[in-house]
């Protein structure tokens, strides 16, 4: 990895605004070429582009900087972004007339983002992380403003899109879209904490 590129992650973790901005536009392009080859319109694009750069921001500590690049690590991280979102509308498709029978989805094989943070095969040691992680992304989610709280609760924790947000909430899709969007700009800097902590870690 150049020198440039783990200081610049280094001061993500540290906690540091104006490196986390530098990181976005610096591979925006990337992750946006990534999105766009499964989005159906620019509104859905920058929705899954948002969250990928969402899921990087938890995950960047859980990135180790002697074993890879960065450039291919989010690449990874935006492709199952990508992934994920292709299941879950898959799996909603799947399941509407049962919605709308019950009234409730069971979320079958979909692990919350919380509890995929880190990878799987971890040792003891990565594994207490992510149960710190874990701690700190739910805390972080209980202190979004009240009127944003569970459309972050769903979005980001169950990882529901906004058609069924609203669905369940009862609200406008347009709604859900707005407090989503203050609500990720929230999360971000209520996680920033975690950054350092885990960064000093």
């Keep these: 990895m150049r020198n440039d590129t783990k200081k610049l992650v280094e001061r993500c973790l540290g906690g540091d605004d104006g490196a986390w901005v530098q990181l976005v536009e610096e591979y925006r392009g990337l ?7 499964y989005c159906g319109s620019a509104a859905d694009v920058d929705d899954l582009v948002q969250d990928t750069f969402v899921k990087i ?3 960047l500590s859980s990135f180790e900087m002697g074993r890879g690049e960065l450039k291919n690590w989010i690449a990874t991280v935006a492709r199952n972004q990508r992934v994920d979102r292709y299941r879950r509308n898959g799996q909603q498709r799947r399941t509407e007339s049962l919605d709308s029978v019950s009234g409730e989805r069971e979320e079958q094989g979909m692990q919350p983002l919380s509890q995929r943070i ?37 979005r980001f924790l169950l990882e529901m899109d906004n058609q069924e947000i609203a669905h369940r909430l009862r609200i406008p899709e347009g ?21 350092a902590a885990l960064g000093a870690a």
């Design 31 to 37: 992750v946006y070429s990534i999105c766009v080859a």
């Design 175 to 195: 709604t859900v879209k707005s407090r989503t969007s203050r609500g990720r700009a929230q999360l971000v800097q209520l996680l920033m904490p975690m950054r």
């Design 118 to 154: 880190v990878d799987q095969r971890a040792t003891p040691a990565e594994m207490a992380e992510r149960g710190e992680v874990r701690s700190y992304v739910s805390s972080a989610v209980r202190s979004v403003s009240p009127e944003m709280r569970e459309v972050v609760r769903m």
């Design 57 to 59: 921001w938890a995950n």
